[in-house]
């Protein structure tokens, strides 16, 4: 973690503890731990949902959270059982008159696997875990949290009552998909710390509402704002990057979001975008936005000749 992170979060704690000292806040979020199986064989792997459960107008953080922490978990385990990472959902885009971040409201399950070793003896065991969250309405809350759930080792698989609520969060996680087709330039040259990045989706689905959600980055920033224009299966998206230090990126790592407006049915896939340099030829005022040898690459034609017609229709 960079300086500047560490600072960050250190200020950001120590601003709302000092809050919640003065006026007796608590945080309102509930926590509990769901497993998709009650009993379950030595060498399987067991899929765990740490439950958020925000009252309305609340929300807690995806795993770049933008402004804001992510959730987390520090487990504690029997021998021979292992966590792994968490898989998170695909999130809300959350913005503000003043920052932007990436959230959850509502109810939120964040699905862990857990592997139990070919070890583990028969009988009952205990899944333990201390979560610590940042909540957030008016004020941010940190919150945190004991959850625990038991699990049977035997000689067959049988499923819990929850399990069906796994299948249908399973679908939110992002697909991970090597060779989706998408690429990437910068739309021009650095103004400061500040650049535009146009990224190219082509896609045989329907896009309603496309968007782009970053991996956080020590060294840079992806601002939350997105302008997007689509037609004939291709889709333009351009946002600004902030640089805090080192080189401009050459890749960015994220999840593209087919439906940003619903994320209870839109459809994620998480991947890594590679960015070219833009064209070097200049961009004529005249030059008409649909002949290719005026120099203007495919993105920028796309993505400018949409910008004016949704301009033109405001």
């Known amino acids: 973690m960079s300086i500047r992170r560490i600072l960050t979060t250190v200020f950001l704690l120590a601003a709302v503890s000092a809050a919640n000292a003065q006026f007796g806040f608590g945080a309102a979020t509930k926590v509990d731990l769901k497993l998709d199986a009650q009993t379950a064989r030595p060498g399987e792997t067991v899929m765990t949902a740490l439950q958020m459960s925000?009252?309305?107008?609340?929300?807690?953080?995806?795993?770049?959270?933008?402004?804001?922490?992510?959730?987390?978990?520090?487990?504690?385990?029997?021998?021979?059982?292992?966590?792994?990472?968490?898989?998170?959902p695909a999130p809300e885009k959350y913005e503000d008159t003043v920052s932007g971040g990436y959230v959850y409201h509502g109810d939120a399950y964040l699905l862990i696997p857990i592997e139990i070793g070919e070890g583990v003896p028969p009988g009952e065991i205990e899944l333990k875990g201390a979560v610590s969250w940042l909540e957030c309405k008016t004020s941010c809350i940190p919150g945190s949290g004991d959850v625990a759930a038991r699990l049977t080792i035997g000689s067959e698989r049988v499923a819990s009552a929850e399990a069906s609520s796994f299948d249908e969060w399973k679908k939110r996680i992002p697909k991970k998909v090597a060779d989706l087709p998408v690429k990437a330039v910068w739309d021009s040259g650095a103004d400061g710390e500040e650049r535009a990045i146009v990224i190219e989706w082509r896609s045989s689905e329907s896009l309603p509402a496309p968007d782009f959600y970053p991996f956080a980055s020590e060294n840079l920033k992806v601002?939350?704002?997105?302008?997007?224009?689509?037609?004939?299966?291709?889709?333009?998206?351009?946002?600004?990057?902030?640089k805090h230090e080192g080189d401009w990126p050459t890749e960015l790592r994220g999840v593209l979001i087919a439906d940003a407006g619903n994320p209870n049915e839109s459809k994620a896939y998480e991947t890594t975008i590679v960015i070219g340099e833009p064209d070097s030829a200049a961009v004529e005022p005249g030059a008409s936005p649909a002949a290719p040898e005026a120099g203007l690459s495919l993105p920028k034609v796309l993505f400018f000749a949409f910008l004016g017609g949704l301009i033109l229709n405001v």
């Open 54 to 88: 925000m009252p309305e107008g609340y929300h807690t953080y995806w795993v770049n959270p933008g402004t804001g922490l992510p959730t987390e978990i520090e487990w504690t385990l029997p021998e021979g059982v292992t966590a792994g990472e968490i898989q998170w």
């Open 223 to 242: 601002q939350p704002k997105t302008e997007s224009a689509t037609a004939d299966g291709t889709t333009i998206l351009r946002k600004t990057i902030k």
